[in-house]
């Protein structure tokens, strides 16, 4: 079965297809792990609603809950980043060769 079918990967890119959740997922890779009071700005949401995000992550495998006494702490999950950077890699040639075009077709259109 080709690695697109993969279901795991497809839920990884279904959950980072919201704006809320790719946001937290980018906040934890450059600050690394945080609670989910410290995730409450990324959104202009609730704190059930940051929560029911932070669901979604987890279940998608794209982040790892610990918990220290009475808080949550979040990071992302490394074999997430390592799946789509694998994925991408795989499909470097097509990107490769569409950046390539483009750069080509901009090139043409300079005075």
């Not at 809320?20 to 997922?25: D, K, P």
């Not at 932070?54 to 790892?64: D, F, P, Q, W």
């Not at 950077?85 to 300079?110: I, K, N, P, V």
């Amino acid at each position: 079965m080709s690695e697109i079918h993969d279901p795991g990967l497809v839920a990884t890119f279904a959950a980072l297809g919201d704006r809320t959740r790719f946001a937290i997922v980018e906040r934890l890779l450059t600050e690394g792990a945080l609670s989910a009071g410290e995730l409450q700005d990324v959104a202009d949401i609730s704190a059930p609603a940051i929560s029911r995000h932070l669901k979604v992550l987890r279940e998608a495998g794209l982040i790892t809950q610990t918990v220290d006494r009475q808080r949550r702490i979040y990071a992302v999950a490394p074999q997430a980043v390592a799946t789509i950077g694998a994925w991408t890699m795989s499909h470097r040639a097509f990107w490769q060769e569409s950046l390539d075009r483009l750069a080509a077709a901009l090139d043409e259109e300079e005075p």
